[in-house]
């Protein structure tokens, strides 16, 4: 299958600064990316899509300043948590897109856990 | 009502064991269907598609039913590597791309 990867894997962080997470699609180009936040024994929530070479779309209620993405290539995404509070640790996953139509799937990254201290 | 659906368990089964999980979704123009594997602290992973004809990989047969808007997921002899949560994902809407994930199913098979 189709290889995403995330970097980093793991981040330990202060309040108040920002963190950037990469997602890249190892082997596909993928014009549509997604970012999902995963709490403890909670569903994956999805927070926006990403699409290449266009603004981000945001879900209800996630803050567009708060988590600034950025669809630079069609291999690559970022995600920025700016200005981290502790609430905002949590498991983070894209998600590239493999395909165009409605019966496409997605392949995941890894995830990176975000710890706010 | 949640878009999708499915009982959260646990599913508590031994080695061997025979189990089945479903779905449901509320959006009767949801175009594509799968099932999602997750284990603790990973990120989600392709288990299979869901087609209306029904489909088979192995010990895992995934079923559509339209006309009931539901899925479902059976797993034969069970393993202990089997051990996960099986996440639900319907996908496609009128309108656009858009996808939906269950909350998850969580199994344990036990030696």
């Known amino acids: 299958g189709a290889v995403v990867s995330q970097h980093p894997s793991r981040v330990i962080c202060k309040s108040g600064t920002s963190v950037k997470i990469e997602c890249r699609s190892l082997?596909?180009?993928?014009?549509?990316m997604f970012w999902y936040r995963q709490f403890p024994k909670q569903s994956l929530m999805l927070m926006a899509t990403?699409?290449?070479?266009?603004?981000?779309?945001?879900e209800q209620g996630v803050e567009k300043d708060k988590f600034l993405i950025n669809h630079a290539s069609l291999t690559l995404s970022t995600l920025t948590v700016t200005s981290a509070h502790p609430e905002d640790s949590s498991f983070y996953i894209c998600?590239?897109?493999?395909?165009?139509?409605?019966?496409?799937?997605?392949?995941f990254g890894p995830g990176t856990r975000l710890t706010v201290l | 009502r949640k878009e999708v659906e499915q009982d959260p368990g646990p599913f508590n089964v031994p080695e061997g064991a025979t189990v089945a999980f479903n779905c449901t979704y509320s959006?009767?123009?949801?175009?594509?269907f799968f099932w999602y594997r997750q284990d603790c602290r990973k990120e989600p992973k392709l288990l299979m598609s869901?087609?209306?004809s029904g489909n088979e990989d192995g010990r895992f047969t995934a079923q559509l039913n339209r006309a009931s808007q539901y899925i479902s997921l059976l797993i034969r002899d069970s393993k202990l590597s089997d051990s996960a949560t099986y996440l639900c994902?319907?996908?496609?809407?009128?309108?656009?791309?858009?996808?939906?994930f269950g909350a998850g199913t969580r199994l344990f098979v036990k030696a």
């Open positions: 990403s699409n290449e070479g266009s603004k981000a779309t945001y």
């Open positions: 959006n009767s123009a949801s175009q594509s």
């Open positions: 082997d596909f180009q993928a014009t549509t």
């Open positions: 994902v319907v996908n496609g809407a009128a309108g656009g791309f858009k996808t939906i």
């Open positions: 998600s590239a897109r493999l395909g165009q139509g409605d019966t496409d799937t997605q392949y």
């Open positions: 869901v087609y209306s």
